[in-house]
């Protein structure tokens, strides 16, 4: 079905428009951006699809961080996609590059490992690189320390849905600290000992341990073992005040010092959800199940009732939700506290 519907929401005192409102009222927000030169055209896609679908009203600036300089070339192309202002910063090299702590040996053997395993980005340290700036690293970085919440954004995802209200205004007022789409399963060869490491910090520092957590999303046993299931971090709308808090700083001291990021493919998908489950309540988790999104081979398409009134341009049996690899079944099951029947 093509959801098409509230058009109203682009018309101010009924009179259409597509003006930015300069009365609307903003929230302390940014959208950020993680890019490399090389995917300049995803980039203007991605920035395209999010400025027609909602920032063209709200020009929210953009952040974009690259571990490389970026081109002119590419800050450029990127200018004229948008009225907002944006902001490009170069990442700094102990925020990025691998530790000289890790014994480069055990890495490599590690990249090999996956490697031989078929496991996708299993040879790249690249990309433990950017698994672990994501982690623990990009909100610390300078540009973004004026703001509060983001909007992650990444090279050639697709928006569907018209927004007919402010993500970031629903965050704050709702108080919500984090927010997704889609949730699926991750791939097991991947992190191999993260839950180990989970259990150990789990010990160490009940502290930090929120009383209504959601770790019935993460572990289908009580919390013997890990169940895989995961946020798609490809899309987070958050708050990096959590990241940022004594709770989570030390939850990534704490997993960083065991390698894992290296020593197998740590991502920052499970590392995010494992987080805001166990440290988070869980009715601090928000499922924007309105915001129709795709990401490679997956996207998540809202039904009528999920959409809120936003009009969609994807069908909605495409949708990834009712997918054997969807743990959306799970996460809800969480969030109503019903035990999942056998
Ligand atoms: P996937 O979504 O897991 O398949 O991985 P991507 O290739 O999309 O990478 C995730 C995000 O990190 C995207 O925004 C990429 O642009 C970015 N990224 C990945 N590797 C690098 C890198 O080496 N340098 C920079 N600057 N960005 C990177
Ligand atoms: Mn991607």
């Known amino acids: 079905l093509l959801h098409v519907g509230f058009r109203q929401s682009y018309f101010e005192n009924g009179t259409p428009t597509s003006e930015p409102d300069s009365t609307i009222l903003k929230e302390n927000a940014t959208l950020v951006f ?44 990127v200018l004229l996609e948008t009225d907002a202002p944006v902001h490009f910063g170069l990442i700094p090299k102990e925020h990025w590059d691998q530790p000289a702590w890790i014994d480069e040996e055990k890495a490599q053997k590690s990249r090999q490992r996956l490697k031989e395993q ?41 928006y569907f849905c018209d927004m007919n209200y402010d993500p970031f205004q629903f965050m704050k007022g709702r108080n919500q600290t984090y927010g997704f789409t889609i949730a699926l399963y991750e791939t097991p060869q991947t992190v191999t000992t993260l839950w180990d490491t989970v259990r150990e910090f789990m010990i160490k520092y009940p502290q930090y341990i929120a009383n209504d957590n959601a770790l019935d999303f993460i572990s289908s046993d009580g919390g013997k073992t890990y169940n895989m299931c995961h946020f798609w971090s490809n899309f987070e709308i958050a ?15 704490f997993l960083d010092l065991k390698g894992g990021f290296y020593y197998e493919r740590w991502g ?75």
Not at 49 to 74: A, K, M
Not at 124 to 143: D, I, T, V
Not at 242 to 249: N, V
């Open 34 to 77: 993680l890019a490399r030169n090389s995917e300049l055209k995803g980039v203007i896609s991605s920035m395209r699809g999010l400025e027609s679908r909602f920032n063209h009203r709200y020009r929210y600036p953009w952040v974009f961080l690259n571990d490389e300089e970026f081109t002119n070339e590419f800050k450029g192309s």
């Open 118 to 158: 078929n496991i996708i980005y299993g040879d790249s340290a690249s990309y433990r690189n950017m698994c672990r700036f994501n982690s623990g690293y990009f909100f610390h970085h300078p540009l973004l320390q004026q703001f509060r919440y983001y909007w992650r954004v990444e090279p050639d995802v697709k």
């Open 239 to 253: 708050d990096m005040d959590f990241w940022r808090s004594e709770a989570y700083q030390t939850f990534f001291q």
């Open 268 to 342: 920052d998908a499970p590392v995010h959800s494992i987080a805001a489950a166990l440290l988070l309540p869980k009715r601090n988790i928000h499922y924007f199940q309105d915001i129709g999104y795709q990401h490679s081979i997956y996207q998540h398409c809202p039904s009528s009732e999920e959409s809120m009134g936003n009009s969609c341009s994807c069908h909605r049996w495409n949708s990834f939700d009712h997918h054997k690899q969807s743990c959306l079944p799970l996460y809800k099951n969480m969030k109503s506290n019903n035990k999942i029947i056998p």
